[in-house]
């Protein structure tokens, strides 16, 4: 319940009076199935599907990089807010697989859109848009906005192709929102959260100033992904569930009235037990990871298009949004789809 006394238009503790105005997303054109790599790997498609819900995963061209996937999800967002790139004032890209490592991907997004506000990176891993949608909605509330968030991988640049305990978890794609400040409408609250301890869980351990990359460590692989599933599996059911019900607890929202639960898309086994956890009713729960795969930061904004796209997303939905990834990073929160039809202000 929200507080009585509070003002009129207050979006609740912890919240921003922030909206998400417009939501687009671009996946690339290749598909490719469990069979598919089954013909390179000692691997099934049965395995896959019956380990993770994993069906099939869109792989950018040899051509295409992260700010390209990103760029065309920024447009259809910005289309489906009815906003100019003019209107924009800062540009946020979610991505822990940039384009390069120097410079940041936001500038070449923005320079794509053409335009020169502030451009930056966020790199939370795949708890990336959730972290994006607190500091792009505080941006938005603080003037900074409209926030073009983006959330934008190629994950399958940085998997080893070789080893099937990673290669058949991972897709590409984009997603992007726009955030506007608008009194009455309800961003958050959040509950992010980090542990590096837990960093060699889930890594890409050479190319950065740690280990920087040389013959040796590249004959290694030292710059592919390397993770140790179980452990992942265990933290990402736990956290997500406990930030989960944190923000409903925060927000005092009955779990019974959240109409929509998006989970981070790494494996539909991994969500089916954060559902079961938070006592969400299965038929609230959107699951594209079947489709997909694991798009990292850009799975939850895929996967709110694609509820989207199915009508699953009504004006004055309570959604709740949950994320995992490495670091460790983790996240919640809570929102109202689209409060009113209210002109930007
Ligand atoms: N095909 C066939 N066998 C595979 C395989 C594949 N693609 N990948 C791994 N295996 C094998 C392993 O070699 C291992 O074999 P072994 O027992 O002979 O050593 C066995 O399968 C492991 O099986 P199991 O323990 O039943 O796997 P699991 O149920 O733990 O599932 C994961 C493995 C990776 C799917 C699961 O741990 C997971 O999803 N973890 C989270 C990963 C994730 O989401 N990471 C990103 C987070 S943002």
């Given at each position: 319940?929200?507080?009585?006394?509070?003002?009129e238009?207050?979006?609740?503790?912890?919240?921003?009076?922030?909206?998400?105005?417009?939501?687009g997303?671009?996946?690339?054109?290749r598909?490719v199935?469990?069979?598919?790599?089954?013909?390179?790997?000692?691997?099934?498609d049965?395995?896959?599907?019956?380990?993770t819900?994993?069906?099939?995963?869109?792989?950018?061209?040899a051509?295409?990089?992260?700010a390209?996937?990103?760029?065309?999800?920024?447009?259809?967002?910005?289309a489906?807010?009815?906003?100019?790139?003019?209107?924009?004032?800062?540009?946020?890209v979610?991505?822990?697989?940039p384009?390069h490592?120097?410079?940041?991907?936001?500038?070449?997004?923005?320079?794509?859109?053409?335009?020169?506000?502030?451009?930056?990176?966020?790199?939370?891993a795949?708890?990336?848009?959730?972290?994006?949608?607190?500091?792009?909605?505080?941006?938005?509330?603080?003037?900074?906005?409209?926030?073009?968030l983006?959330?934008?991988?190629?994950?399958?640049?940085?998997?080893?192709?070789?080893?099937?305990?990673?290669?058949?978890?991972?897709?590409?794609?984009?997603?992007?929102?726009?955030?506007?400040?608008?009194?009455?409408?309800?961003?958050?609250?959040?509950?992010?959260?980090?542990?590096?301890?837990?960093?060699p869980?889930?890594?890409?351990?050479?190319?950065?100033?740690?280990?920087?990359?040389?013959?040796a460590?590249?004959q290694?692989?030292?710059?592919l992904?390397?993770m140790?599933?179980?452990?992942?599996?265990?933290?990402?059911?736990?956290?997500?569930?406990?930030?989960?019900?944190?923000?409903?607890?925060r927000?005092?929202?009955?779990?019974a009235?959240?109409?929509?639960?998006?989970?981070?898309?790494?494996n539909?086994?991994?969500?089916?037990?954060?559902?079961?956890?938070?006592?969400?009713?299965?038929?609230?729960?959107?699951?594209?990871?079947?489709?997909?795969?694991?798009?990292?930061?850009?799975?939850?904004?895929?996967?709110?298009?694609d509820?989207?796209?199915?009508?699953?997303?009504h004006?004055?939905?309570?959604?709740?949004?949950?994320?995992?990834?490495?670091?460790?990073?983790w996240?919640?929160?809570?929102?109202?789809?689209?409060?009113?039809?209210?002109?930007?202000?």
């Amino acid at each position: 319940m929200r507080d009585a006394t509070a003002p009129e238009g207050d979006p609740g503790p912890g919240a921003l009076p922030v909206a998400i105005t417009g939501l687009g997303a671009h996946l690339p054109a290749r598909v490719v199935t469990n069979d598919d790599l089954a013909e390179r790997l000692d691997t099934s498609d049965e395995w896959i599907r019956s380990r993770t819900g994993i069906g099939q995963r869109h792989v950018a061209a040899a051509d295409e990089a992260t700010a390209d996937l990103a760029a065309e999800a920024a447009k259809s967002a910005l289309a489906d807010a009815g906003l100019g790139i003019e209107d924009v004032g800062s540009v946020l890209v979610a991505t822990t697989t940039p384009d390069h490592l120097i410079p940041g991907t936001a500038p070449l997004v923005a320079e794509r859109l053409g335009t020169q506000v502030a451009a930056v990176d966020l790199n939370a891993a795949c708890s990336g848009f959730v972290y994006g949608l607190q500091v792009g909605g505080a941006l938005a509330a603080t003037g900074a906005g409209p926030v073009l968030l983006v959330g934008a991988e190629t994950l399958t640049r940085v998997v080893d192709h070789g080893d099937r305990a990673t290669a058949v978890l991972f897709g590409d794609g984009a997603a992007a929102v726009v955030l506007v400040a608008r009194p009455g409408a309800r961003l958050g609250p959040f509950r992010l959260g980090a542990d590096g301890a837990q960093a060699p869980m889930l890594h890409r351990r050479s190319g950065g100033s740690r280990y920087p990359t040389t013959a040796a460590g590249l004959q290694n692989g030292d710059h592919l992904l390397t993770m140790r599933g179980g452990d992942v599996y265990r933290h990402a059911v736990a956290r997500m569930a406990a930030a989960s019900t944190e923000v409903l607890a925060r927000s005092g929202t009955d779990v019974a009235d959240v109409d929509l639960f998006v989970g981070h898309q790494a494996n539909a086994r991994i969500l089916e037990a954060v559902r079961a956890r938070v006592g969400i009713a299965p038929e609230r729960c959107h699951v594209t990871v079947e489709r997909h795969a694991n798009t990292s930061a850009a799975s939850i904004p895929l996967a709110l298009a694609d509820a989207r796209d199915a009508g699953r997303l009504h004006p004055g939905a309570t959604v709740l949004l949950a994320a995992f990834g490495a670091g460790l990073t983790w996240g919640a929160c809570l929102l109202t789809w689209n409060p009113d039809d209210e002109e930007i202000t």
